[in-house]
Nanobody
């Protein structure tokens, strides 16, 4: 199995940028497709982006395509989420997840492992 630890969250002003990292230990991240999800207070956890095991295929929610970029460095066992032009509505706890498949998914139930999350707060 794999253990996932997110980092890079924090407080940023609207229009700013953050890069989240998801470091894996145990079984290498190269064995998994990876996803980023987020959960705002009082809301369900929602899909943000995913990347295939090879890194060749990515998927984003349309409203965030162009602002967010997911990539991975399998040699470093790390997956990243670059977030630009942040908005107050992007405020949430961001989670990374690993799926025992070659392709990512938009559905939480299709992921096998989850990190503890990192808080992102965007002020107006």
């Amino acid at each position: 199995q794999v253990q996932l630890v997110e980092s890079g969250g924090g407080l940023v002003q609207a229009g700013g940028s953050l890069r989240l990292s998801c470091a894996a230990s145990g079984r290498g991240v190269s064995n998994y497709a990876m996803g980023w999800f987020r959960q705002a207070p009082g809301k369900e956890r929602e899909f943000v982006a995913s990347i295939s095991r090879s890194g060749g295929a990515t998927d984003y929610v349309d409203s965030r395509k162009g602002r967010f970029t997911i990539n991975r460095d399998n040699a470093k066992n790390t997956v990243y989420l670059q977030m630009n032009s942040l908005k107050p509505e992007d405020t949430a706890v961001y989670y990374c997840a690993a799926r025992s498949s070659s392709l990512g998914s938009r559905f939480t139930f299709q992921y096998d492992y989850w990190g503890q999350g990192t808080q992102v707060t965007v002020s107006s």
